[in-house]
């Protein structure tokens, strides 16, 4: 059953900081949504994120939300539920809230995340998938971002293995017309045939604005017990990945590639500056 408050929620303009902080403080999206004027004062509560909250206008024309997610399977998971996924309670700026489409336990499995360039080298794209379906084979949860390039073979790999699992993290809201890039809507569709999961901590609606996809590169090394970099630019999104895993105390392991290739400066990089290297899925374990 999904809650109309955790959609009012999810959906007020407030930052995911301060729709942490309300949470923790709060207990329930239902006790936020019940506030009164003076109880939020006394939080000593920013007068903006007060009149956001007392909008009766975001209490609204729910119910359309409420008709799609229910036909659509699709969850809706706060910091507060016993359902929020435990690897993700403890990360620097926690979620306040997941959409789920799919396998919930997927995300308390063991993970491993595999990035890297969108515009990868036939040979980055092979790597990818072989260590995907290996790892995926000892019925690993193969996590990526179902961008185009290293990430959509890496979920591919994991789709290969007869035991497969595999969880896209989105940029974007999680509805079926927000896949993107559209190129993957066949991938998408896959992942959750093989129940794999999918998710994101943007609301339905939410587009693919250039600012989401670093931010949803936390939950994807926040799910993984290690992070793989396949091919990288000197400067790839794929390096934000890792900055978000070394502070989360992850190992980080990085595929060496041709130093003549453009697509290998990021991951040859990261070895030289301490990355294990990456040459066999035995230098995992």
Known sequence: MVNFCDIWFSNIEISNKNKLDLLKKFKSTENIWNSTKNNLEKLKLDEKIISIILNEKNKINLDKYVRYMEKNEIQIITYCSEKYPKKLRYIKNSPAIIYLRGNLENLNNQGIAIVGARNATNYGKSIARKIAKELADRKINIIS???????????????????????????????????????????????????????????????????????????????????????????SGSLITVDYALEQGKDVFAVPGNIMSEYSKGTNNLIAEGAYVFQDIKDLF
């Open 145 to 235: 971002g179902l961008a185009i390039g290293i990430d959509k073979y890496a979920h591919l790999g994991a789709l290969d293995s007869k035991f497969g699992r595999t969880t896209a993290v989105l940029g974007t809201g999680i509805s079926d017309i927000e896949i993107y890039p559209a190129e993957n809507k066949r991938v998408f569709e896959r992942i959750l045939e093989q129940n794999g999961t999918i998710i994101s901590e943007f609301k339905l609606g939410t587009k693919p604005e250039r600012y989401n996809f670093p931010l949803r590169n936390r939950i994807i090394s926040g799910l993984a017990e290690k992070i793989i970099v396949v091919e990288a630019k000197e400067k």
